[in-house]
């Protein structure tokens, strides 16, 4: 029997539909869990939390769904080693739980995804996300090659990693910086940032490395008919892309 | 403060055969305003084109629907709206626009489709900073929170507009043709159930279709600030997710439904027409309304425009279900304080429309009395303005290049546009500003697409009204088939003065006589629309006539639209469609302060040119294609060099012409060297190069330096 995704759905979520239909596509056995089903969540191998404004990003985006009876799985099942991949609103819900980078407790989170910098507004841009670590480190990014280039859309007003000095410090020091924004070819740079992101981090990984936060959304960069210009063989409809990311996290759980 | 007018009154009193009681006055004062009756105007839209074999729905009911093509057997319509909310945006910009997003959304969803689109015509004035901020932020925080992607859009600035502003939204949804839901109560509906659902009826927007109807004065400004609508996008992404799920259910159980958008008049304006429209009546309790404050007044219950708020009639057996879909399983009642789905009254095979509140009957009308008929017929004059026609001397285009691209009408809109979320929902294909339509695909796992593209120049709207609607439909046109989709229908939104100034009136008729000859000519239907009239100053003036038009494109694969930007050095640059060298209303002319003529609209040569792109496109041979709008064939030629330059290709573009800024319309396309010989109507202007340079009758412009140029300017207002 092949592993069961859940990508659970909070109120507010709004990125649910594309991310199980792009999983599903990618080989994977997803279905959406919505929050009066939340319940379930427990028989359920690996999750991916999608995007959106869960609980309308009060206090800070994440922070509530962070305590939403949901979590208590998801939280549960990462400490236990399954996999968990958060996407944007996911990746909040993640850094708020404490789960990533992780250096705290459960629910003290020690670095946040918050207001964009230097603007605080709301940006919408296509990006590249580059893997910073070792493919392995990462068992979502067990399959990409050293260095991947992946495709995605930043689309969000609370995406700067911000955490104190030491934090960061921690970052570094424990390798959690998964991924950092980057141009097509690979380099990287301010320009490539668009959000004031500390180190340019457009993603970050726990100490076990089976939860990864990204804030890009590589599900909106997932098709041939995303990216024409880079259209991957002839059936427009086929995950590509971004769809690598999804591809390795669903090969991590066969 | 009511705003009937005492013919009206007495003819209310006439009726009923007594005065009328409060609850009454405000629900006619809502029904009969110009927002939700049309009084002024039907007479003439009753001109407009509305059928067609791409007819699904014509206008009518809260959204037109469009036949887009057939997916594995189902036949799959687009579902589309379009409204303004031009007074509320100039007295609270986030919340009036944002509001505007929120509005236009239910009236699709109402369909039974499921959202897929927004966009946005912005009309700001040049000096109120705020309003152009506001507004761009409350599109953005609405949509950018519901999970629907701002597709099209555009914006211009102009004085006429700093006193009141125009934000015309429009959305798409898609629907399967056989799962339409319609906003009456079809036959043998008597007895069926009305179900409120959404937020808690609060004192927000009391009086908004009356305040819509009115001149904005500015000392009013203040008090009419409780009129307009609290926005509340969080909870309607929760309450369109559980419409879906309504809907499914529905569709699965075989069950008929009416549904429809709590919009102007609140209550008694829904529940009213959701049951008049089906020829039948209504029984209403008020106080089976769910509230947010208690002591509230019948009238504000009644008419109050709360929003985030739709009326289901349902048969009465499937009602235990939906009321248990949106309250337990998606929670409403958690979501938003006292928000539920709860049944407030009952349809009637008697056509009469009664409210209860604490046991006394407080209004008691006949529901086609109400939800009917009221006419005004207004005079109006027919202006002709002046025209001369200064002679076009030679340019002088490296002087003027920068200055053209640098203007507040061409220069780049991403400073704006970055705020809104474009690719929620994963199925955009051409975003926002990549091309002169925004494409997605809209069925998942079909090659389906669909276009969506604005126009309306306020430019000319400044001119001639009449031409200047002709205008907005064929740049619509133009836009969708620019990007290889094929034009199926429009909508409209009409922008103009006050009704009751005859010359101002005179413009609004001539627009639609407009609007009317170029949807003949290039036989494309109107589905929907709307009118906003008393758009004037403090000293009553009107803003620049605007009709503003959405043009919906159909695509059968959306691997052959046309993608962004130069590709190839050594190809043809063509020029396809009129080439007048005249500079009225363009631009240029405003730069050279030349007022002269307007290019002639030649609609043969339009469907002509329209034509051989389309079947230059499905050739396969066009490489990149832009219209030739604000800036001229110049500016639609650097855009595409930017494109090109941004993608990373090494690609520009060598040409020689008097005066490439002329705005004359038609299309300049990109075409593989060998492959345009066969095409007649064109004209080789250029090619393009292995520089990214711009090289135009021997001037050289580097492309990155014009990029900056044209991105600049708008990064100040949208840092």
Redesign the interface.
């Given at each position: 029997m092949s592993a069961r995704i859940a990508v659970p759905v909070f109120p507010g979520t709004n990125s649910e539909g594309e991310t199980v239909r792009l999983l599903r596509d990618c080989g994977g056995d997803a279905e959406l869990v919505h929050w009066s089903r939340a319940d379930t969540l427990h028989n359920y191998d690996a999750f991916v939390l999608p995007g959106g404004f869960a609980y309308e990003d009060r206090v800070r985006a994440g922070a509530i769904a962070a305590h939403d009876r949901a979590m208590d799985a998801v939280i549960e099942a990462a400490v236990r080693g399954k996999l968990v991949l958060g996407i944007c609103n996911g990746a909040q819900i993640l850094l708020e739980a404490g789960l990533v980078p992780g250096t705290g407790s459960l629910r003290r989170p020690t670095a946040a995804f918050t207001r964009n910098g230097p603007v605080p507004h709301f940006v919408c841009r296509h990006v590249y996300m580059k893997l910073r670590i070792a493919p392995a480190r990462c068992a979502v990014t067990a399959s990409l090659p050293e260095g991947a280039v992946v495709p995605a859309w930043a689309a969000h007003a609370e995406g700067r990693l911000a955490a104190t000095p030491e934090h960061l410090r921690e970052i570094l020091g424990g390798d959690h910086l998964a991924f950092v924004y980057a141009h097509a070819d690979g380099r990287v740079d301010e320009a490539a940032v668009p959000n004031g992101s500390a180190f340019g981090c457009a993603g970050l990984v726990n100490r076990m490395g089976n939860v990864l936060a990204i804030m890009p959304h590589p599900e909106r960069d997932g098709r041939n008919f995303t990216h024409l210009d880079r259209c991957e063989g002839e059936n427009v409809l086929a995950p590509s892309g971004g769809a690598v990311l999804f591809r390795s996290f669903v090969e991590a759980l066969s | 403060m009511v705003n009937l007018r005492d013919d009206e009154l007495s003819r209310i009193a006439q009726r009923l055969n007594r005065e009328p009681t409060l609850v009454e006055l405000h629900a006619f004062d809502a029904a009969w305003s110009e927002h939700c009756s049309y009084k002024s105007s039907r007479r003439f839209l009753r001109g407009l084109p509305t059928t067609g074999s791409r007819v699904v729905l014509g206008p009518g009911e809260d959204a037109g629907i469009l036949h887009l093509g057939t997916h594995e057997g189902e036949r799959y319509g687009i579902v589309v709206a379009h409204e303004s909310h031009n007074h509320p945006s100039q007295v609270v910009p986030f919340e009036g626009a944002a509001t505007g997003i929120g509005g236009i959304v239910r009236d699709v969803l109402c369909m039974g489709a499921e959202v897929i689109a927004v966009a946005d015509a912005l009309r700001f004035g040049t000096d109120r900073d705020n309003i152009a901020r506001g507004v761009v932020?409350g599109v953005?925080?609405y949509g950018?929170?519901?999970?629907v992607p701002n597709l099209a859009g555009d914006v211009y600035f102009e004085t006429g507009f700093d006193e009141n502003v125009l934000v015309n939204v429009v959305a798409l949804g898609v629907v399967k043709e056989s799962e339409i839901i319609h906003s009456y109560v079809p036959k043998d509906g008597a007895g069926w159930q009305i179900v409120l659902v959404g937020k808690a009826t609060d004192p927000s927007g009391f009086g908004g279709a009356s305040f819509s109807s009115l001149t904005l004065d500015a000392r009013d400004a203040e008090l009419n600030k409780g009129a307009v609508q609290v926005p509340d996008p969080?909870f309607k992404?929760?309450l369109m997710r559980a419409s879906y799920r309504v809907f499914a259910t529905l569709r699965e159980l075989r069950i008929p439904a009416a549904f429809k958008d709590l919009g102007a008049g609140g209550i008694v304006g829904c529940s009213s027409e959701i049951t008049a429209h089906g020829g039948y009546g209504a029984t209403i309790d008020l106080d089976a309304v769910n509230v947010a404050v208690d002591g509230m007044p019948p009238e504000v219950i009644a008419v109050g425009e709360t929003q985030e708020r739709l009326i289901w009639a349902l048969p009465p057996e499937i009602v235990p279900e939906i009321l248990r879909i949106y309250n337990?399983?998606?929670?409403l009642p958690?979501?938003a304080y006292n928000a539920c789905a709860t049944v407030i009254g009952k349809v009637t095979e008697a056509p009469r429309y009664m409210l209860r509140y604490r046991g006394n009957v407080v209004m008691d009308v006949e529901s086609n009395f109400l939800a009917g008929s009221v006419y005004d017929e207004l005079p109006y004059t027919e202006t002709i303005r002046h025209q001369s026609a200064d002679d076009l001397a030679a340019v002088d285009v490296a002087e003027l290049l920068p200055r053209v691209l640098a203007h507040r009408d061409v220069c780049s809109r991403e400073p704006l546009?970055?705020?809104?979320?474009?690719?929620?929902?994963?199925?955009?294909?051409l975003a926002r500003g990549a091309a002169d339509a925004g494409v997605l695909?809209p069925v998942?796992?079909?090659?389906l697409g669909v276009a969506l593209a604005v126009a309306g120049n306020p430019r000319y709207g400044k001119i001639d009204a009449k031409y200047a609607a002709q205008q907005a439909v064929v740049e619509a046109m133009r836009r969708v088939v620019a990007v290889g989709a094929r034009p199926i229908g429009l909508t409209d939104c009409l922008n103009f003065g006050n009704p009751r100034k005859p010359e101002q009136f005179g413009e609004f008729v001539a627009a639609i006589d407009g609007l009317a000859l170029a949807s003949t000519a290039l036989d494309l239907p109107f589905v929907s629309g709307n009118v906003s009239l008393y758009n004037e100053t403090s000293v009553g003036e009107a803003v620049p006539g605007s009709a503003i038009v959405a043009c919906v494109g159909a695509i059968e694969?959306?691997?052959r639209?046309v993608?962004p930007g130069l590709k190839t050095p050594a190809s043809a640059l063509l020029w396809i469609g009129s080439r007048e060298l005249t500079a009225g209303g363009s631009v240029l002319g405003e730069l050279l302060g030349i007022d002269g003529s307007l290019p002639a609209i030649d609609y043969d040569g339009e469907r002509a040119a329209a034509g051989i792109v389309a079947e230059a496109i499905a050739r396969r041979v066009v490489r990149a294609c832009r219209v030739v709008s604000d800036g001229g064939m110049l500016t639609a030629i650097a855009r595409l060099a930017f494109d090109a330059m941004l993608?990373?290709r090494c690609v520009g573009a060598e040409l020689d012409f008097g005066n490439p800024f002329c705005e004359t319309g038609g299309f300049v396309c990109e075409i593989e060297e060998t492959s345009w010989i066969d095409l007649t109507g064109v004209l080789r202007v250029g090619s393009t190069i292995a520089q990214s340079d711009l090289v135009v009758n021997g001037s050289r412009f580097g492309v990155a330096e014009l990029y900056r140029v044209w991105s600049q300017p708008l990064q100040e207002l949208?840092?």
């Open positions: - | 932020d953005g925080s950018n929170a519901i999970g969080f992404n929760v337990d399983e998606f929670t958690e979501v546009y970055r705020r809104y979320d474009a690719v929620v929902r994963g199925a955009t294909v695909a998942p796992g079909s090659l694969d959306i691997g639209v993608t993608a990373g949208y840092p």
